[in-house]
């Protein structure tokens, strides 16, 4: 390019050299900061060893069975407010010990929940949640020991109460 006075101008000098080299860095620079962002940001949904976890999840079914052979079901009745929950169980021997609730986000880990049961009377139970505007939750009762588990799902615009338990287990005769 000349200028005005007919000397050769450096191309530096020119703007669209500039305008045409934008797109491509911009580019970069969005792809460093994605780049970053995955390495960063924690994937909660996806394990290391999903071969161990198959085999976890297989025990775990053993869990379900045992509520099964034992009798025992559940009803969690979630407040108005998203508050508290109250949990009634039956059972054909009466439950020993305490009793673990669980309440899982299915995908923000640090929004998982262990409140604290307390045992209202026979076969009731009532603890403080903070369920927040989530709009889904799986939920799990279970004993200390860990030999039995209820299961469940609770979508809050749905219902204010959850079955627990797996409707699809059979009962095995012993």
């Known amino acids: 390019m000349q200028n005005k006075a007919g000397a050769e101008r ?17 580019a970069v620079i969005a792809g460093v900061i994605t780049f970053r962002i995955a390495v ?3 994937d909660d ?9 198959g085999k976890d999840i297989n025990l775990e079914l053993t869990r379900d069975k045992a509520a099964v052979n034992l009798g025992i079901s559940a009803q969690a009745m979630f407040s108005d407010d998203r508050q508290s929950v109250r949990i009634l169980t039956s059972s054909k021997k009466p439950l020993q010990g305490d009793l673990v609730f669980t309440l899982l986000h299915p995908t923000r880990q640090q929004d998982d929940q262990q409140p604290a049961l307390q045992r209202q009377g026979d076969n009731l ?50």
Do not use: C, F
């Open 10 to 26: 450096p191309w530096y000098k020119d703007r669209w050299p500039w305008i045409l080299m934008a797109g491509p860095a911009l």
């Open 40 to 42: 960063v940001t924690a």
């Open 45 to 53: 949904m996806v394990t290391d060893d999903y071969y161990k976890r």
């Open 125 to 174: 139970y009532q603890a403080s949640i903070k369920a927040g505007n989530a709009k889904h939750w799986y939920l799990r009762l279970e004993d200390k020991a860990g030999t039995w588990r209820l299961q469940g799902e609770w979508r809050p615009d749905e219902s204010a109460m959850v079955q627990l338990g797996n409707p699809k287990l059979e009962p095995v005769e012993e």
